[in-house]
């Protein structure tokens, strides 16, 4: 097993690269980076100051060109990046030194993946704050989302299946088969706003705050109100997140039983006279949750860094989800790719995690006879 544990992180190595690469490649290729972001910013007031300044010097510039000059530089300029018209070049090179757009593609990629290796992510372009301060503090909101919501998933996904595999094909599998069909077929942030329309001041009830993980007399409530608010405040939320997650997983669980329960030792159990629950539990219940707990840790990364976006966003969540998309909007590049780095690294690590969970649940698994 530590052979194939070494292995497997070695692996991790080109995987991580490979990724990275690509990733930075499609994204440097997309209009409207950094040193376009920060033109259009600048450049409303500048050419007016530029068009003042060459009426007033009577067509010389400071530099000591003339305005035909600035202005052939100024195309030349804008040819490379839209809106620059009326900007100094010496800017232009400002704007690029400053954000590292001096340097060729390559330099750029190698430099940036040196600093990842230290865990050295560098400033944000636009927040002036460094990306790992902005990780942490975004951090413990979707936590607690990705936490609560796999829990309760899990812990109504798995009895319901077993449930369901048990009485397959009775009127119980049938109704509650199409309730959770149904629940998988709305998406997540549609039954957010349901449930703000209904539970949350929208048109009907007002049980429910509406945003953020924690009221704003947080600080004056004492223990068990702060442990009351910060669970109040997450009801929504978690319930909007759990609808779609727990429909797969039941399903996934009640497919598996069914898929043992027809296995001959299932037959020979309970043919030597064994309850009908110690073959269920006893025997069955090992070999059918193999899957579905080894997929616990990956569950839990998807959930974390992937569903949690439109939910942050409905209920007003600063979190991972929230930071990864305006820093894409804005392109940021320091929290673009310093978050993929490390969550990249990090999904690979949980996926190793994954498979040895295997061994965990089921001894027999000996992944040294399996090629990586």
């Known amino acids: 097993m530590f052979a194939y544990i070494i292995r497997r992180l070695l692996l991790i190595i080109p995987t991580l690269f490979g990724i990275m690469i ?39 510039l400071a530099g000591g060109g003339t305005t035909s000059q600035a202005t052939g530089a100024a195309a030349e300029v804008s040819s490379q990046y839209r809106g620059a018209r009326g900007l100094r070049p010496e800017l232009i090179k400002e704007i690029e030194t400053l954000y590292g757009f001096d340097k060729p593609l390559h330099e750029r990629f190698i430099q940036m993946m040196g600093q990842y290796v230290r865990f050295e992510f560098g400033d944000s372009f636009f927040r002036d704050r460094k990306v790992v301060d902005l990780v942490l503090d975004k951090m413990p909101v979707s936590i607690s989302l990705g936490l609560w919501t796999t829990l309760i998933a899990y812990l ?9 595999a048990v009485r397959d094909g009775t009127r119980f599998d049938i109704w509650t088969s199409a309730v959770i069909f149904v629940g998988y077929a709305i998406p997540s942030y549609l039954f957010a706003i349901f449930l703000i329309v209904v539970f949350a001041g929208g048109s009907y009830l007002d049980w429910f705050p509406l945003r953020g993980l924690v009221s704003s007399n947080w600080d004056e409530l004492s223990f068990f109100g702060k442990v009351g608010d910060y ?10 997140m759990t609808i779609g997650g727990f429909a797969t997983l039941t399903m996934l669980t009640k497919n598996s039983f069914i898929e043992e329960i027809g296995r001959l030792y299932v037959v ?39 569903s949690s976006l439109l939910i942050e966003v409905i209920f007003s969540l600063d979190g991972l989800g929230l930071l990864g998309f305006e820093a894409l909007l804005g392109r940021d590049y320091p929290i673009i790719f310093g978050t993929m780095f490390f969550f990249t690294l990090l999904g690979l690590v949980v996926k190793l995690i994954g498979d040895l969970t295997y061994v965990l649940v089921d001894p027999r698994i000996d992944f040294e006879k399996r090629a990586v």
Do not use: C
């Open 231 to 240: 669970l109040w405040h997450l009801v929504l939320p978690v319930v909007a």
């Open 156 to 164: 109504i996904s798995i009895p319901l299946g077993i449930r369901k």
């Open 22 to 60: 690509i990733n930075f490649l499609i994204i440097q290729v997309a209009p409207g980076g950094p040193v376009e972001q920060m033109i259009a910013k600048l450049s409303g007031t500048a050419v007016d100051a530029a068009v003042r300044a060459g009426a007033s010097s009577g067509g010389e």
């Open 268 to 306: 020979t159990a309970r043919a030597k006279g064994l309850s009908e629950r110690r073959v269920l539990y006893g025997h069955v219940f090992r070999n059918a949750m193999l899957i579905v707990v080894a997929g616990l840790p990956g569950s839990f990364i998807g959930i974390l860094f992937t």
